[in-house]
């Protein structure tokens, strides 16, 4: 189709966050419908959006034009802010562009819009083509104002600045200013002989889009549709067509034909760059050089504690590593390889804790040799071509885990070593998803909170599978009924549809950190946030690689943190480890795991994953590679087949004989993309290269190459290992089902290493493990209670906080018993982390707190005020000083007072209020007050410590909860319910809080949240006649035997609990008949079972056993009715790791006493 003879040059999109509205790709599709031969994006301040717009503009076979608003200070001081459109003609116009946009943002002060000074544009307008501005521009706005001398002269500026390359810009959309200062502007541009062009400044696309785009205003200026006084749209901002254009201009066709020159004049796109790096060598033969010398040298050191190798195991690795020098070398990145590794290496002189390694890079021995990774990949049978494939070129790309305390350090040691204007960060978008923008709009809606969030929540939140509004109204039915039923969520809908997916705000990615090798504003633009002092790149992760810029991920990991401290702890007591020599076939570790003990184990302390160890068993390093690879969904339908072959109960089958030497160590089952790589290598003699795209070719479903894989595939089954037609397309259907869910084993592998490492400090220094632990879950008291629980099980002791023995963190100290974790002051709920240090340095100057008085005169200034005191006597930290903590709490404001006085004295040169150091003083006397009763300790506890520390009120009913069976929390959530199946059991906790709510039938119900000593949990009960009993024992705080049901919907899932019935524990007055089942998985848990029955002899109770023999039918033992039952002696069982399904329950049909209902 012809072209049509216009051309928008202001169009705002999307990424002029929340003022425009239209997608840059959504642009070029407009501009080829609309036959516009060109387009022009100028958002404010930002080429944010230019780059993705250039490519989809050239894909849709558009002109792309790229501009800028640029914000222009027309005062020294930035308080009258103008806007000038600017365009790229060519390389250097867009180098000034990404100059001066970048200029705008990192120069201002952060109270002032992003701008320039007239002046700042100097030297920096070559290759740049300016228009006046509509009715932001300064020469616009100041005719309106009347300001003619002051208009002329700013014109003056912009003609010098923009030789030839400036145009008088008219705009006609029922804008007063535009109105008032056209005639001026048109005189002018024929007494200057400056050309004229027509705009249209457009924020949306189509007329329809206008109520949509009122409203974004409205969330970015966080007000509502219905207020007067606030920023309302322009109906007529929308992209008009050719013909509009040439009708509202008819009387100067040649504004409208110039946006024709003006396209004509721009025709560039930003340019596509090979990687750009900073050279350490000089030149790439430099780098070259100097990778294959430190490579050969590490290797050398890193093979030192191997001791003695023979000839042909040395050539393995040097062949390997000649092998992969060649190809680094050949794809031009030895610069990049020796980045890291250079950075690495001063971290590690640094003693900061960097990781073993993450992705793929763990298959280069290269890395190995340069420290960059931790795992040697020959041991390991990992693979390079996973990382750095010679058949496809592309950027490696390591990931670098680091502490998460020190992390900003190797970034800082970065910035210092290449430039802080050659490092910046990489902008991230946050956008307008389902959920959110409903929320926004209903609230400039001015709907009702409770109303939104519950049409929120009828929208599926899936973070990997994200759903959008027009989804959800095709496939959740109670979504699509609210907006059938009731208008007002119809427009709430509607209306957050037209907005959803937009760009909201922007951020910085969590680690992507690019270097450049000049100013990176010569490179791509950038902007400030406000919450980092290093620039941000204003393209994303994929323009901005586009672009030449290299990235490179610094990841803050908290594993790592606490591996360190946890062995700086040990170091006070001149215990030296240097985790990373560990052997990897230490038994307590297996141990461990194998019995499910792994809270707080790197990637292995899930309910699920602990369950999935103790049916599994670990017993090799190779294991626990394979179960975090397997331990995801779709792989982990493997799982019980892996433990099965693994333990022999099934045996190992292989898909074809060749296979057996990659799958034996996964017992016959494909679980590795490598493997899949390797499958392709052995049977169809592919390179591993090549195996690695057809890797990619399974796991993008392109049908043509699949064809094309197969086909290949086939032919190479035949020649290579004699493998007949059908036989091979049966092999590639295999490999192919595998490949889609295939994990890495280069990672795997290096978490797995990350996982033994903390699972061996939990086996050998427990103490330690769990001080370090809770160091990092200082201010999350849902992580600190399972922690404390966690130790507790184990016999290790957690002392409570006291100002005389605590630090502001937690530590381990040496008791009469061993040792035991003390509590952090800090971890005490509103103290504050600066304030116990302050006070814990002065305890380690002066020495420790004589009494209240002494610590009252001696606390540094500030460090305490009322609410840090009452949480510190509340919390029991100063019980050595006055175990009265309500005699602490009421007095508070007089302490405190001597604090002050003290303070004053202190400045003053007088002696102390109650005495000096010559001189004996009034001894402080506090008010008299009865301590609380124990009950309320414990709720001012659990109110500062975010749970029960010193006892949870159950416990004053142990006795007899365990004598009716009863089960903690954390015991049934580790022991689950089969998956897919019920059971029941009996539980004693507190009722805490209570919601009532109607089932669809219309019948009452409750959701209540209830603790044991063990934890939180929720439930709901449907029983009636226990409604309203729930809502008063949740009043009184009332602690209940419980009868439930466990609901385990997958094996990845806790089991769902429902309350059958209860009763408050202070009317149980007996125990009743119990039965115990469970489940004998192999020999080795019979004598425990036995010693514990044999123990527990002499009652009514009744113990069924099964034997799991993996036959069709397993045997069931009935032992008899016998025995004396309770709740320790289950979980006792439940922890025996060849024991499972152990379940106590009432046993019916007996005379017993019953819950009541």
């Known amino acids: 189709m012809p072209y049509k003879p216009f051309v928008p040059l202001r169009v705002l999109s999307a990424y002029s966050m929340l003022e425009g509205a239209i997608d840059p790709k959504a642009m070029a599709k407009l501009a080829k419908e609309r036959g516009f031969p060109a387009i022009a994006i100028a958002d404010r301040n930002g080429l944010y959006g230019a780059v993705m717009f250039a490519n989809a503009c050239k894909a849709e076979g558009v002109q792309p034009i790229i501009g800028t608003l640029l914000g222009v200070a027309r005062d020294e001081e930035g308080r009258i802010v103008d806007y000038l459109p600017l365009y790229a003609q060519d390389e250097a116009g867009y180098d000034n562009l990404c100059h001066l946009v970048s200029r705008a943002h990192l120069d201002r002060p952060l109270e002032f819009e992003p701008h320039v000074r007239l002046s700042d544009l100097e030297g920096h307008t070559d290759g740049l083509i300016a228009l006046t501005g509509a009715s932001e521009g300064g020469v616009t706005r100041l005719l309106a104002e009347g300001q003619v001398s002051h208009a002329v002269a700013m014109l003056d500026r912009l003609e010098a600045l923009f030789p030839g390359r400036l145009y008088i810009e008219l705009a006609r959309r029922g804008n007063e200013a535009e109105e008032a200062a056209e005639n001026a502007l048109i005189d ?3 007494e200057r002989d400056l050309p004229l062009v027509a705009t249209n400044p457009a924020n949306f696309a189509e007329p329809h889009m206008y109520k949509a785009h009122d409203a ?29 254009m040439e009708e509202g201009f008819a009387d100067l066709p040649e504004a409208v034909s110039n946006t024709l020159v003006i396209a004509q004049r721009c025709a560039f796109a930003p340019p596509y760059r090979n990687p750009i790096l900073p050279s350490l ?37 040097v062949d390997r590593l000649d092998y992969e020098v060649g190809i680094i070398n050949q794809m031009g990145f030895p610069g990049y390889f020796l980045i890291v590794a250079d950075f690495i ?21 290269v890395a190995w040799a340069l420290t960059i990774t931790d795992l040697d990949p020959i041991k390991l049978g990992l693979l390079f071509e996973r990382f750095l494939n010679p058949e496809r070129v592309s950027m490696p790309d390591f990931d670098i885990d680091f502490c998460e305390t020190r992390r900003g350090e190797v970034i800082r040691y970065v910035q210092a070593k290449y430039g802080h204007d050659h490092v910046a960060q990489i902008i991230t978008f946050g956008k307008l998803k389902a959920r959110a923008v409903l929320r926004d709009t209903g609230r400039i809606l001015q709907m009702s909170y409770g109303h939104v969030d519950r049409i929120c929540k009828m929208v599926p939140n899936h973070p990997t599978d994200p759903w959008t509004l027009p989804r959800a109204l095709n496939g959740a039915a109670d979504f699509k009924a609210e907006y059938d039923n009731d208008n007002e969520v119809k427009r709430l809908v509607d209306l957050a549809m037209q907005l959803e997916g937009f760009p909201r705000n922007s951020s910085t990615h969590a680690a992507g950190v690019v270097i450049g090798d000049r100013p990176l504003a010569k490179l791509v633009p950038l902007y400030r946030d406000p919450r980092s002092d290093m620039p941000v790149t204003q393209y994303d992760m994929k323009n901005v690689e586009s672009s030449g ?11 790592l943190s606490v591996l360190k401290k946890a062995t700086d702890l040990l170091k006070k007591r001149e215990i030296d480890i240097d985790l990373s020599q560990l052997p990897l076939d230490d038994p307590a570790v297996y141990d461990l795991m194998k019995a499910g003990n792994t809270v707080g184990v790197f990637q292995l302390e899930s309910e699920g994953m602990r369950r ?15 179960l975090v690879s397997l331990y995801r969904p779709g792989p982990m339908d493997n799982i019980p087949l892996f433990g099965k072959r693994k333990a022999g109960e099934v045996p190992i089958e292989y898909p074809h004989a060749k296979l057996e030497e990659i799958l034996t160590e996964t017992y016959g089952i494909f679980v590795y993309q490598e493997q899949v790589m390797q499958a392709a290598q052995i049977l169809a003699g592919y390179s591993l290269g090549d195996a690695d795209l057809l890797r990619r070719a399974m796991g993008k479903k392109v049908q043509a190459e699949m064809d094309a894989q197969r086909e290949r595939f086939v032919a190479g089954c035949k020649d290579v290992s004699g493998i007949e037609k059908a036989k091979a397309n049966e092999l590639f259907d295999l490999i192919d089902k595998f490949a889609g869910y295939g994990f890495n084993k280069s990672h795997a592998a290096a978490y797995a290493l990350l996982a033994y490492q903390t699972a061996w400090l939990k086996a050998h220094y427990p103490e330690e493990f769990f001080a370090a632990s809770m160091c990092f879950d200082m201010h999350q008291s849902e992580k600190l209670t399972i922690f404390v629980d966690d130790a507790r099980r184990q016999g290790i002791a957690v002392e ?20 035991a974790v003390r509590y952090a002051l800090a971890g005490i709920r509103n103290v504050g982390e600066k304030a116990m240090e302050a006070i814990v340095a002065e305890r380690e100057a002066a020495g420790p707190f004589e009494s209240l008085q002494d610590l009252f005169e001696r606390i540094p200034k500030g460090s305490l005020n009322s609410r840090q005191l009452e949480a510190l006597a509340c919390a029991g930290a100063l019980d050595a000083l006055e175990p009265n903590r309500a005699k602490v709490f009421e007095n508070a404001d007089m302490l405190l007072a001597v604090a002050d006085a003290a303070e004053r004295e202190r400045s003053s040169g007088q002696a102390a209020l109650f005495g000096g150091e010559d001189q004996p003083g009034e001894t402080l006397r506090l008010k008299e007050v009865e301590d609380w009763p124990r009950a309320e300790r414990m709720a001012r506890e659990r109110e500062n410590f975010g749970f029960y520390f010193s006892a949870h009120p159950v416990a004053a009913w142990k006795q007899v909860a365990s004598a009716n069976g009863a089960r903690s929390y954390a015991s049934l959530m580790a022991g689950g319910a089969p998956a897919g199946g019920r059971s029941n059991a009996v539980m004693a906790a507190m009722v805490e809080k209570v919601n009532k709510g109607t089932t669809r039938r219309g019948k009452p119900f409750i959701r209540a949240d209830f603790s044991d000593a063990s934890g939180q949990f929720s439930a709901a009960c449907f029983e009636e006649g226990m409604v309203e009993k729930f809502m008063k024992w949740a009043e009184d705080q009332t602690c209940v035997l419980l009868q439930v049901e466990l609901d385990a919907p997958s094996p990845d899932e806790p089991p769902r609990i429902t309350v059958r019935g209860g009763t408050p524990l202070a009317e149980v007055r007996g125990s009743m008949p119990m039965i115990m089942t469970l489940d004998v998985l192999d020999g080795s848990a019979l004598e425990e079972l036995k010693t514990e029955l044999l123990a527990a002899m002499g009652g009514q109770d009744e113990v069924l056993v099964t034997l799991r023999t993996g036959e069709a039918a397993d045997p069931v033992m009935r032992l008899g009715r016998n025995f004396s039952l309770d709740g320790e002696l289950a979980e006792r069982l439940a922890s025996v790791p060849s024991l499972a399904k152990v379940q106590l329950d009432k046993r019916r049909g007996g005379a017993h006493l019953r819950l009541v209902n």
């Open 800 to 819: 409570p906080p006291c100002l005389n023995r605590s630090e502001a963190e937690f530590t381990v100290e040496q008791t009469d018993d061993g040792y």
């Open 281 to 317: 060598a000089g030149d790439l033969e430099g780098e070259a050089r100097m990778l294959e010398e430190d490579a050969r040298k590490g290797l050398a050191k890193r093979l030192e504690p191997y001791g003695e190798m023979s000839d042909e195991e040395l050539k393995v690795y």
């Open 549 to 559: 810029l290299v990235k490179f991920d610094f990841l803050g990991l908290k594993t």
């Open 216 to 244: 974004m205003l409205c969330i970015a200026n966080s007000t509502h549709v219905d207020a007067e006084e606030r920023a309302k749209s322009n109906p007529e901002a929308y992209v008009k067509t050719a013909h509009m």
């Open 345 to 365: 290496k001063w971290a590690k002189e640094q003693d900061i804790p960097v990781g073993p390694g993450r992705g793929s890079g763990a298959g280069s021995l």
């Open 612 to 626: 999935t160890l103790t049916a599994v068993k670990p017993t090799n390093f190779g294991d626990i590679i394979a």
């Open 188 to 190: 002018l541009a024929y």
